[in-house]
């Protein structure tokens, strides 16, 4: 894993990347409309190319490499998986519903279940199921439907982190609309949360696979040492990137990657089979947290649908931030006081402006995504596994 800039931080970022990628070896050893919502941003395009013309610049003095082009295939995933997903809400709902006789309890949790979200997470699972089952079975195997419930699940799952995040933020919107926590007293929405967790759990067990059952609870033990770890900071430089990328695992690529691997394994996938639909899933989901991190400094709150800059707001040292540091190091101080000195966030966001703070985090984005196509790759060509290529596009280039 190659790195922009002449920072040393790109260095050792480099080498945290590839041994985040042996850990994980090493462990598993033991519809158009929503094509839309993604959006196409210009600004990332220009980050890119931004991006890429730095790179050239430095190339002669930095040990690196292009990061390569991402797939232009004509395929949209949204739109080859309409019949897949175009219930996959509902069936959300009626299972919340059906497990409780309380109103509220109802109302609360699936109030984020609303068809708003990108959804991201089921298309990806079903995309992947399809693409493993087509690189198995050709023509002979459609969709499980275990595989259609862990996309269920899977949902589910981010959902109810959501909903708890919500309240440890005390966040105002979500998906243009007040958030949970906004309209109902934080015991209420905890429990909802709970909830949620608990009816994917029945799910889960519904499966009767043990080795699917351990490898979706791990994503629930990831999520919340991903958002424990959020709360402390480290004090050095190497420290504070290490923390973040392994707290970005568990906060955000663990789920996709998992949800990936559980697909797999249910169609009867191989150990090696299972670690391509992992490693699909992690690199994914490290990019899209990358370009998450990477919009709180750069969209609107309107097109966010959540307010921007939130991070820091929160005392959060994000990549950007973190790269920014190598060049300006007075933000130290203020990672290190959480920005909680007044004009430290103003300050920082500055800051980060005017580093290569957000080019480089758009690489660092760009190369999981590289590494997911090259995932990808390995599957038998199939609409499917085309549109798995796509998905890193969309991630790459949303601006929501
Ligand atoms: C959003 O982060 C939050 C997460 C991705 C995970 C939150 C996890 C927990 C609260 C642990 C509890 C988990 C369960 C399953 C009960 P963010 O605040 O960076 O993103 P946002 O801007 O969308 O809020
Ligand atoms: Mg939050």
Not at 11 to 25: D, M, N, P, T, Y
Not at 215 to 220: C, D, N, P, R, Y
Not at 365 to 374: D, F, G, L, Q, S
């Amino acid at each position: 894993m190659a790195c922009i800039g002449p920072g040393r931080l790109c260095a050792r970022v480099e080498k945290w990347c590839q041994l985040g990628h042996s850990i994980q070896v090493r462990r598993r050893t033991s519809n158009y409309v929503r094509i839309k919502q993604f959006g196409i941003q210009p600004f990332t395009r220009t980050l890119v190319q931004s991006c890429q013309s730095h790179h050239r610049r430095t190339l002669s003095s930095i040990r690196t490499q292009q990061p390569g082009s991402l797939p232009d295939y004509q395929v949209d995933p949204y739109r080859l998986l309409e019949d897949d997903l175009k219930d996959v809400y509902d069936d959300i709902r009626e299972e919340l519903q059906r497990n409780t006789t309380e109103p509220e309890l109802k109302t609360i949790a699936t109030y984020y279940f609303d068809g708003q979200g990108k959804a991201l997470r089921p298309m990806v699972a079903i995309l992947m199921a399809r693409a493993i089952n087509y690189h198995m079975y050709k023509e002979k195997s459609g969709l499980l439907a275990s595989q259609r419930q862990v996309a269920m699940i899977s949902e589910m799952i981010h959902s109810a982190s959501l909903v708890h995040d919500d309240v440890v933020d005390q966040a105002d919107f979500r998906r243009g609309k007040p958030s949970v926590n906004v309209l109902w007293n934080h015991k209420k929405v905890a429990m909802a949360g709970d909830f949620i967790l608990a009816v994917a759990c029945m799910m889960i067990s519904r499966l009767q696979d043990d080795d699917v059952t351990i490898t979706l609870s791990q994503v629930v033990t990831d999520l919340i040492q991903g958002e424990f770890m959020q709360l402390g900071s480290k004090e050095t430089e190497n420290e504070r990137f290490a923390h973040y990328l392994t707290k970005t695992y568990r906060k955000t690529a663990s789920l996709i990657a998992n949800s990936m691997k559980a697909t797999a394994m249910l169609a009867g996938a191989d150990e090696s089979l299972s670690e391509v639909a992992f490693q699909y899933g992690r690199n994914v989901g490290l990019a899209f947290q990358l370009v998450d991190d990477l919009l709180d400094f750069v969209s609107s709150s309107a097109a966010m649908g959540k307010p921007t800059a939130a991070d820091l707001k929160l005392g959060l040292a994000t990549a950007p931030v973190l790269f920014a540091c190598e060049r300006y190091p007075e933000l130290n101080p203020m990672i290190m006081r959480r920005f909680q000195e007044p004009g430290d966030v103003e300050r920082a966001f500055e800051l980060v402006h005017k580093s290569q703070g957000l080019e480089q985090t758009q690489f660092l984005a760009r190369k999981h995504c590289i590494e997911a196509v090259r995932q990808a790759s390995s599957l038998t060509d199939s609409p499917y596994q085309k549109g798995l290529q796509v998905v890193t596009d969309l991630v790459i280039n949303r601006m929501k």
